[in-house]
């Protein structure tokens, strides 16, 4: 074994490298992700500590009025035990898991991806990264479509960082932005604003932010001073599915009355 080699290894060259496949690139949150992780050996022999996967998105923070695009780790999954490498050699590892049912969706500027790590003794570190798209739940799917049904339009999607209330599991929340194009509430409502808190196989927490539109003088200093949103929290489950236009009407038109 040539201490050359060794030394380039800690630099990167000649290193082991890793390259995932992913059984397909379109999945659904909640779904199995399955593949498998590639690792060629180097002109060395080396020690691989662990083998992670790790999904990833974007999100927008905010910092002195400006606005930054953020990272943040939605999951992160150990699949091998360490072993060793040896000079050249070839190794495939099959890895299967499920992603979180609160995966965001990849509409607009969103992006989810899984990158794969792999730990080497005193080496860089090598890693791969492979974007996927993300469809909504059921469950979730069914929520935005009732909305639609209702006349809403969507006009932006975009995680954003996640007020302090909203920080259960990560420092973003998705939230899908809509306009009244027609039905009840065209020329009632400037906006309404879904964000999706909780959610599980069967069960969803939405809040619902509703922007009344402004009327005479006192609706307009309403508006100035955020005073004409409204947000409203519903739990639905999936026994709900069918009925969801009819649970979420209700609930704007209780802020709207």
Same mark, same amino acid.
């Given at each position: 074994?040539?201490?050359?080699?060794k030394?380039?290894?800690?630099?990167? !060259?000649?290193?082991a490298t890793?390259d995932?496949?992913?059984e397909? #690139?379109h999945?659904v949150?909640?779904?199995?992700?399955q593949?498998?992780?590639? !690792?060629?050996?180097?002109?060395t022999q080396q020690e691989?500590? @662990?083998i992670?996967l790790?999904?990833?998105?974007t999100?927008?923070?905010?910092?002195?009025?400006?606005?930054?695009?953020?990272? @943040?780790i939605i999951?992160?999954i150990?699949?091998a035990?360490?072993?060793?490498i040896? /000079? *050249?050699?070839?190794?495939?590892?099959?890895? @299967?898991?499920?992603?979180?049912?609160?995966t965001?969706v990849?509409?607009g *500027?969103?992006?989810?991806w899984v990158s794969t790590?792999?730990?080497?003794?005193n080496s860089?570190d090598?890693?791969d990264?492979?974007y996927?798209?993300i469809?909504?739940h059921p469950?979730k799917?069914?929520?935005? #479509?009732a909305?639609?049904?209702?006349g809403?339009?969507?006009r932006k999607?975009?995680?954003?960082q996640?007020?302090?209330?909203l920080?259960?599991?990560?420092?973003?929340?998705?939230?899908?932005?809509f306009?009244p194009m027609s039905?009840?509430y065209?020329g009632?409502?400037?906006?309404? /604003?879904?964000?999706?808190n909780?959610?599980?196989?069967?069960k969803?927490e939405?809040?619902?932010e509703v922007?009344?539109r @402004?009327?005479g003088?006192g609706g307009f200093l309403?508006e100035?001073?955020d005073?004409?949103?409204?947000?409203?929290?519903?739990?639905?489950?999936?026994s709900?599915?069918?009925?969801?236009k009819r649970?979420?009407?209700?609930?704007?038109d209780?802020?709207c009355?």
């Amino acid at each position: 074994m040539s201490f050359f080699n060794k030394v380039l290894a800690t630099i990167g !060259i000649g290193a082991a490298t890793v390259d995932t496949v992913l059984e397909k #690139s379109h999945y659904v949150a909640g779904e199995r992700v399955q593949g498998m992780i590639g !690792i060629k050996g180097g002109s060395t022999q080396q020690e691989v500590d @662990a083998i992670y996967l790790t999904l990833h998105t974007t999100y927008i923070r905010e910092s002195d009025d400006k606005k930054f695009t953020d990272q @943040a780790i939605i999951q992160k999954i150990e699949v091998a035990e360490p072993f060793i490498i040896k /000079e *050249n050699e070839r190794k495939e590892i099959p890895f @299967a898991f499920d992603l979180s049912y609160e995966t965001p969706v990849t509409y607009g *500027n969103t992006k989810v991806w899984v990158s794969t790590g792999m730990d080497i003794k005193n080496s860089i570190d090598p890693k791969d990264k492979d974007y996927i798209e993300i469809a909504p739940h059921p469950l979730k799917e069914s929520v935005l #479509s009732a909305i639609q049904d209702l006349g809403f339009r969507t006009r932006k999607v975009e995680c954003e960082q996640a007020p302090k209330r909203l920080r259960r599991h990560f420092p973003f929340i998705q939230e899908f932005e809509f306009v009244p194009m027609s039905g009840p509430y065209a020329g009632k409502l400037d906006e309404l /604003e879904v964000m999706f808190n909780e959610q599980s196989k069967d069960k969803v927490e939405i809040l619902l932010e509703v922007d009344r539109r @402004a009327r005479g003088l006192g609706g307009f200093l309403a508006e100035a001073l955020d005073m004409d949103e409204s947000i409203v929290t519903l739990n639905v489950d999936a026994s709900d599915a069918p009925d969801l236009k009819r649970i979420i009407q209700k609930a704007i038109d209780r802020v709207c009355s």
